[in-house]
């Protein structure tokens, strides 16, 4: 081989050996720069990840307020509405126990509760109690059962109150206190407290 022609050899071989150098390095580069790229895309779907978590989260959190906020003012609604339907319900079971104080039917209840008050307390001495607007009737309740009758110092609405002081004894059927009772023990429909229901 001459001279020219091994240089030549020398001179391509070189050169080749600093392309493929040059190849495996622009490799190696190229999966250090990939590599990069995938770390950073991997840190970055991480924190994405992260703030779309801590937005739902944030989210889940205002909803929740908002919800309940809007729970409490309609329950509050709910109650004041209940309320005031409840008043209206005994301002018309009271208009209704008027009308029927008027009647005859109200004497003999009248009669019959203190016939009852007279059956529980045997032979001890009971005092019987009326309404004061039933002050009319004590007459005649006098004569048909015999017991002794006084007018109550406080409103009974009507009804009677009895009360036996041997035994210490007070039996109160007034429509004052059934309609307190009533009103204790009753709800509109269901609900959180119970109660009697409509």
Known sequence: MTTDEKLRNFYESSLQS???EAQRLME???AAMDKLLQEHKEQKDRQAA??????E???VRENNKEV???ILEIKKQYSETRDRLICQLFSLVEEKLRQYRQTGDYGD???KQIRDAQAFAGDDPVSIFVDPSDELLIPVLKTTTNAQISVSDVSLLGGIRAEIPSRNILIDN???KQLEDLKENFSLG???????SI
Not at 50 to 55: D, H, K, M, T, Y
Not at 190 to 195: A, H, V
């Open 18 to 20: 600093a392309r493929d």
């Open 28 to 30: 190696e580069k190229e």
């Open 50 to 55: 992260e703030e779309l978590s801590a937005e």
């Open 57 to 59: 989260k944030n989210i």
């Open 68 to 70: 309940s906020a809007k």
């Open 109 to 111: 209840l009248l009669v």
């Open 174 to 176: 007034s429509f004052c």
């Open 190 to 196: 269901p609900d959180i407290d119970g109660g009697m």
